[in-house]
């Protein structure tokens, strides 16, 4: 390996590492072991304490191109999801409008990631194609619970407000890594994509509430268990999403190892924020509030494996973009 | 031989292990079963007091503290103005079975459960929280549809642009993520509101580089056109629209916030 360029590599995408660390000579007293033998194995070893200390915790030593590189496959999952919308039928023009609108968005996000990736000075993946999934969850069988997603809306939009509720829990998840909280651009473009995707899952969540066919998606009235007609916000687990029993794991809990400090990633019923339980007795302002609204009025994060092992379910046997 | 160039939890303590940085100590943020001062080094920097004030003008202050007071004083403005909904005589007109209803009642308990949370928060952390700020609105905005949903629409945008904005300015991993639960609700508030408004507009080129690039000053909010990525604002940009709706006494001071 070229240990210089990884240096500079490294600083493009982060052009204050080094003032971390005095001067780019000095890295080299942060190593622990200075003196010792090094080995081309040990290199990289070498070179991650030496960011960890920049750092601090880097969980399963991501990097910040390694953060980009996810979040580009997930846009590559849902970009191509929604480039497969055309033979749906039923739905009001209303929808079929949102819905191109979400498409547009999500292909815009795949460019817009590659572009920053580029901007590191690094390569982007090359394009992730429509064979590396299977919709239908069925593992490359196509003919999985999902099997007649292309033509039926309300099926589609099962899968629409997952993939959207997903996309929101991983990238509230990645933000507080401290890869991307050193980057003061990366983090903010991640934070600008996060919303967005909130914006779409709060409209396919109204589409699925009033209908597929309905041509004011808006007025329609949600109905507990929340599953099927659900709110725009998630109310509790919405009692396993849009499938209960397949998509449950996109409203649970993720796993804690190697999260930042003091963050976990809770199952979406969720009612403790940083340590405040949050009921109609913890201020007198809350009397009478339906609980559900406090775990409605925060969404929750999800970890880089947790989000992996869902997305998972739509990639095909021996893909290994998850 | 190879465990002595793993990461520093397992090297020899050394003057090398440190933190390159020196946290400044305060009581832990959120001292809860499990955490010790110790593993959690939060950094709270800053306090109301460090910059002048402008005379009448509420300061949020500066670091961490800063940024919550900042985001406390928003929701703030966005539980009163809920709180004025349901008093006024559009939400009063609604039917039971309103979907419009279901949402503003919705919007409102969120609001005050993020405002309230915020100043637990802050003082819990060992900062002051803000005063109760006085707001102002146009006559007659609580009587019609077109008013209360405009009104709620600008801001459910404006509190969704001022936390991504804001975002850059946290040092503690932990309030950022919080910072980022909440945001998500908010864009969630926006997308139903804004179709209410008018249907198809979720997303928007106003809100959204889906046409245009953004004329965020900062150059980290910026984002080209064809990027679809949120419009985020500073928090000047952000007060400058949020202070039209604060009476003079309770008008915003971020200057602290960089």
């Given at each position: 390996?070229?240990?210089?360029?990884?240096?500079?590599?490294?600083?493009?995408?982060?052009?204050?590492?080094?003032?971390?660390?005095?001067?780019?000579?000095?890295?080299?007293?942060?190593?622990?072991?200075?003196?010792?033998?090094?080995?081309?194995?040990?290199?990289?070893?070498?070179?991650?304490?030496?960011?960890?200390?920049?750092?601090?915790?880097?969980?399963?030593?991501?990097?910040?191109?390694?953060?980009?590189?996810?979040?580009?496959?997930?846009?590559?999952?849902?970009?191509?999801?929604?480039?497969?919308?055309?033979?749906?039928?039923?739905?009001?023009?209303?929808?079929?409008?949102?819905?191109?609108?979400?498409?547009?968005?999500?292909?815009?996000?795949?460019?817009?990631?590659?572009?920053?990736?580029?901007?590191?000075?690094?390569?982007?993946?090359?394009?992730?194609?429509?064979?590396?999934?299977?919709?239908?969850?069925?593992?490359?069988?196509?003919?999985?619970?999902?099997?007649?997603?292309?033509?039926?809306?309300?099926?589609?939009?099962?899968?629409?407000?997952?993939?959207?509720?997903?996309?929101?829990?991983?990238?509230?998840?990645?933000?507080?890594?401290?890869?991307?909280?050193?980057?003061?651009?990366?983090?903010?473009?991640?934070?600008?994509?996060?919303?967005?995707?909130?914006?779409?899952?709060?409209?396919?969540?109204?589409?699925?509430?009033?209908?597929?066919?309905?041509?004011?998606?808006?007025?329609?009235?949600?109905?507990?268990?929340?599953?099927?007609?659900?709110?725009?916000?998630?109310?509790?687990?919405?009692?396993?999403?849009?499938?209960?029993?397949?998509?449950?794991?996109?409203?649970?809990?993720?796993?804690?190892?190697?999260?930042?400090?003091?963050?976990?990633?809770?199952?979406?019923?969720?009612?403790?924020?940083?340590?405040?339980?949050?009921?109609?007795?913890?201020?007198?302002?809350?009397?009478?509030?339906?609980?559900?609204?406090?775990?409605?009025?925060?969404?929750?994060?999800l970890d880089v494996g947790t989000v992996s092992t869902i997305a998972r379910l739509f990639t095909v046997t021996g893909s290994s973009l998850? | 031989?190879?465990?002595?160039?793993?990461?520093?939890?397992?090297?020899?303590?050394?003057?090398?292990?440190?933190?390159?940085?020196?946290?400044?100590?305060?009581?832990?943020?959120?001292?809860?079963?499990?955490?010790?001062?110790?593993?959690?080094?939060?950094?709270?920097?800053?306090?109301?007091?460090?910059?002048?004030?402008?005379?009448?003008?509420?300061?949020?202050?500066?670091?961490?503290?800063?940024?919550?007071?900042?985001?406390?004083?928003?929701?703030?403005?966005?539980?009163?103005?809920?709180?004025?909904?349901?008093?006024?005589?559009?939400?009063?007109?609604?039917?039971?079975?309103?979907?419009?209803?279901?949402?503003?009642?919705?919007?409102?308990?969120?609001?005050?459960?993020?405002?309230?949370?915020?100043?637990?928060?802050?003082?819990?952390?060992?900062?002051?929280?803000?005063?109760?700020?006085?707001?102002?609105?146009?006559?007659?905005?609580?009587?019609?549809?077109?008013?209360?949903?405009?009104?709620?629409?600008?801001?459910?945008?404006?509190?969704?642009?001022?936390?991504?904005?804001?975002?850059?300015?946290?040092?503690?991993?932990?309030?950022?993520?919080?910072?980022?639960?909440?945001?998500?609700?908010?864009?969630?508030?926006?997308?139903?509101?804004?179709?209410?408004?008018?249907?198809?507009?979720?997303?928007?080129?106003?809100?959204?580089?889906?046409?245009?690039?953004?004329?965020?000053?900062?150059?980290?909010?910026?984002?080209?056109?064809?990027?679809?990525?949120?419009?985020?604002?500073?928090?000047?940009?952000?007060?400058?629209?949020?202070?039209?709706?604060?009476?003079?006494?309770?008008?915003?001071?971020?200057?602290?916030?960089?």
């Amino acid at each position: 390996m070229n240990f210089f360029q990884i240096l500079s590599e490294i600083e493009k995408v982060d052009p204050e590492v080094y003032d971390r660390l005095d001067s780019r000579r000095s890295v080299f007293k942060h190593m622990s072991g200075v003196g010792q033998k090094l080995t081309a194995a040990a290199l990289p070893l070498f070179i991650g304490s030496v960011f960890n200390k920049a750092y601090g915790q880097t969980p399963s030593g991501l990097t910040a191109v390694n953060v980009l590189d996810f979040a580009l496959r997930l846009e590559y999952l849902e970009a191509i999801f929604y480039s497969q919308r055309t033979a749906l039928v039923g739905l009001s023009s209303a929808n079929a409008n949102a819905l191109t609108l979400i498409a547009t968005d999500e292909a815009n996000h795949v460019s817009f990631l590659r572009n920053v990736i580029t901007s590191t000075g690094n390569t982007p993946r090359t394009a992730v194609t429509a064979a590396e999934f299977d919709f239908t969850g069925g593992k490359g069988s196509n003919a999985g619970p999902f099997s007649d997603y292309r033509t039926n809306p309300a099926t589609y939009l099962a899968l629409a407000q997952s993939f959207e509720d997903t996309g929101v829990r991983a990238y509230k998840g990645a933000a507080p890594l401290s890869v991307v909280m050193a980057n003061k651009t990366v983090l903010t473009a991640a934070l600008n994509i996060h919303s967005v995707e909130a914006r779409h899952a709060s409209r396919l969540r109204a589409m699925r509430r009033g209908g597929a066919s309905n041509s004011t998606p808006a007025q329609g009235l949600a109905v507990s268990p929340y599953s099927s007609a659900p709110k725009s916000w998630i109310s509790g687990t919405d009692n396993g999403g849009a499938v209960p029993g397949t998509t449950d794991a996109i409203y649970g809990a993720g796993n804690n190892s190697g999260a930042p400090t003091n963050i976990t990633f809770e199952a979406e019923s969720n009612t403790t924020q940083g340590g405040v339980t949050l009921s109609t007795s913890t201020s007198t302002a809350f009397s009478g509030f339906p609980s559900a609204a406090f775990s409605e009025a925060f969404d929750e994060g999800l970890d880089v494996g947790t989000v992996s092992t869902i997305a998972r379910l739509f990639t095909v046997t021996g893909s290994s973009l998850f | 031989m190879s465990d002595k160039i793993l990461s520093g939890s397992h090297a020899p303590e050394t003057n090398l292990d440190r933190p390159l940085y020196t946290p400044i100590k305060r009581r832990s943020f959120f001292m809860y079963a499990g955490a010790t001062a110790g593993a959690t080094a939060l950094v709270l920097a800053g306090c109301k007091d460090d910059n002048n004030n402008s005379p009448g003008m509420v300061n949020v202050g500066s670091g961490d503290a800063g940024v919550l007071n900042y985001a406390y004083a928003l929701e703030q403005l966005e539980a009163d103005f809920y709180t004025q909904v349901r008093m006024g005589s559009y939400y009063t007109s609604l039917g039971s079975s309103s979907a419009e209803k279901q949402v503003l009642d919705d919007l409102y308990y969120h609001e005050v459960i993020h405002r309230d949370f915020l100043r637990a928060a802050i003082t819990g952390a060992g900062a002051t929280p803000i005063k109760a700020l006085t707001t102002v609105y146009p006559t007659g905005t609580f009587s019609s549809r077109t008013s209360v949903l405009g009104t709620a629409k600008a801001f459910e945008d404006l509190g969704v642009a001022a936390y991504n904005g804001a975002g850059q300015y946290i040092s503690t991993p932990l309030y950022l993520y919080i910072a980022g639960k909440i945001v998500s609700v908010e864009a969630r508030h926006a997308a139903i509101i804004r179709d209410l408004v008018s249907e198809g507009t979720f997303v928007g080129n106003d809100v959204v580089t889906i046409s245009t690039a953004s004329s965020s000053s900062v150059s980290t909010n910026n984002a080209p056109a064809g990027s679809s990525l949120e419009r985020s604002m500073s928090p000047s940009e952000v007060v400058a629209i949020a202070n039209t709706f604060l009476a003079d006494g309770s008008k915003l001071d971020v200057s602290g916030i960089r």
